[in-house]
C-alpha cells in the first residue's frame, strides 16, 4: 500500500487547513486508515482514525474539531482540521492498518505515508 499525504502549510491559529491522503488501489486487508502527526521534540501520536465500516475514532486534544472522512471511489482519505492551534503544529502522517493490533498506537500502524506539515501559528 502506498500512501501520499498533502495539504499542510502555514494558518493562523483559528484557522483551517485540509489534509489529503491519496492511496493506491492495492489495499486488500486494510480495515483501517489514520492520521497521525508528530511534533518537534515529541513522540508520534495518534490523531484519528475511520474504520472499514466508517466508523471514526479520535484523539481528546482534537475531537469536535477535526473530521476525519474517506472517499473510496477516489482512494483518499481526508482530515479537515479547524479552529486549529498553536498546539496542532506537527508533521501529520497518513497511516494504513489491518487492524491486528489495538487502534490508537503508532505501533497498530502498518504502511505509513510521509508527512505534510502544519504549522499554526498564534
Known amino acids: 500500500v502506498q500512501l501520499q499525504a498533502s495539504g499542510g502549510g502555514l494558518v493562523q491559529a483559528g484557522g483551517s487547513l485540509r489534509l489529503v491522503c491519496s492511496h493506491s488501489?492495492?489495499?486488500?486487508?486494510?480495515?483501517?486508515w489514520g492520521w497521525y502527526r508528530q511534533a518537534p521534540g515529541k513522540q508520534r501520536e495518534y490523531v484519528a482514525v475511520?474504520?472499514?465500516?466508517?466508523?471514526?475514532y479520535y484523539a481528546d486534544s482534537v475531537k469536535g474539531r477535526f473530521t476525519i472522512s474517506s472517499d473510496n471511489a477516489k482512494n483518499t482519505v481526508y482530515l479537515q482540521m479547524n479552529s486549529l492551534k498553536p498546539e496542532d503544529t506537527a508533521v501529520y502522517y497518513c497511516?494504513?492498518?489491518?487492524?491486528?493490533?489495538?487502534?490508537?498506537?503508532?505501533?497498530?500502524?502498518?504502511?505509513w505515508g510521509q508527512g505534510t506539515l502544519v504549522t499554526v501559528s498564534s
Open positions: 488501489e492495492t489495499t486488500f486487508g486494510i480495515n483501517r
Open positions: 475511520i474504520s472499514s465500516d466508517g466508523s471514526t
Open positions: 497511516a494504513a492498518e489491518f487492524g491486528a493490533q489495538n487502534m490508537g498506537k503508532p505501533s497498530s500502524v502498518d504502511y
